[in-house]
T-cell receptor
Framework: KQEVTQIPAALSVPEGENLVLNCSFT??????LQWFRQDPGKGLTSLLL?????REQTSGRLNASLDKSSGRSTLYIAASQPGDSATYLC??????????FGQGTELSVKP | DAGVIQSPRHEVTEMGQEVTLRCKPI?????LFWYRQTMMRGLELLIY????????DSGMPEDRFSAKMPNASFSTLKIQPSEPRDSAVYFC??????????????FGSGTQLSVL
């Protein structure tokens, strides 16, 4: 059974810092791994998707990496801004069609 | 496209009442998912459909929960009778084919359910 864990649960940084969010999964037989952003009271927005054959994906200031052998993914945010404040969730997609989510990391970027 | 549309945005009901949540997926998406989010358990997959057919409902907590997808543009999640522990945010999501190349999952804004 796939389990997805995110560390830390919460993170507070000053504006301008580079930061890394961590995600680990127990079953390496994934099709892809996705990172989502959730703002308070809102739905989830997909940020990046990394296919199982890829090592990383980049979108603007965001870079996500995937290491299937170690069961880990990271989301790197460069030059953080207050607008980046949100909860970030990773989700692993396995055979059988299930996208399993971690508990999320609540990020606060202070001006 | 307007994205995944859920209704209502908020629902407050009394214990024992029937609750029906609605979802309109993005046109052309063959997969539809229902998730529940709580502080304690995070996001849990309840059930998902492929081409209107339920594929996996192992996440449905009890027989009080049922979901249908009568056509490609509409799905419902029903709770009967509702209980206070069902209070949560219920999300609907759709995707063309979630395991394929770069097909992302798109979420609706959710329904905040409060059962008193």
């Amino acid at each position: 059974k796939q389990e997805v864990t995110q560390i830390p649960a919460a993170l507070s940084v000053p504006e301008g810092e580079n930061l890394v969010l961590n995600c680990s999964f127990t079953d390496s037989a994934i099709y892809n791994l996705q990172w989502f952003r959730q703002d308070p009271g809102k739905g989830l927005t997909s940020l990046l998707l990394i296919q199982s054959s890829q090592r990383e994906q980049t979108s603007g200031r965001l870079n996500a990496s995937l290491d299937k052998s170690s069961g880990r993914s990271t989301l790197y945010i460069a030059a953080s801004q207050p607008g980046d404040s949100a909860t970030y969730l990773c989700a692993a997609y396995n055979q059988g069609g299930k996208l399993i989510f971690g508990q999320g990391t609540e990020l606060s970027v202070k001006p | 496209d307007a994205g995944v549309i859920q209704s209502p945005r908020h629902e407050v009901t009394e214990m024992g009442q029937e609750v029906t949540l609605r979802c309109k997926p993005i046109s052309g998406h063959d997969y539809l998912f229902w998730y529940r989010q709580t502080m304690m358990r995070g996001l849990e997959l309840l059930i998902y459909f492929n081409n209107n057919v339920p594929i996996d409902d192992s996440g449905m907590p009890e027989d009080r929960f049922s979901a249908k997808m009568p056509n490609a543009s509409f799905s419902t999640l029903k709770i009967q009778p509702s209980e206070p522990r069902d209070s949560a945010v219920y999300f609907c999501a759709s995707s063309p084919y979630p395991g394929q190349t770069n097909e992302k999952l798109f979420f609706g804004s959710g329904t905040q359910l409060s059962v008193l």
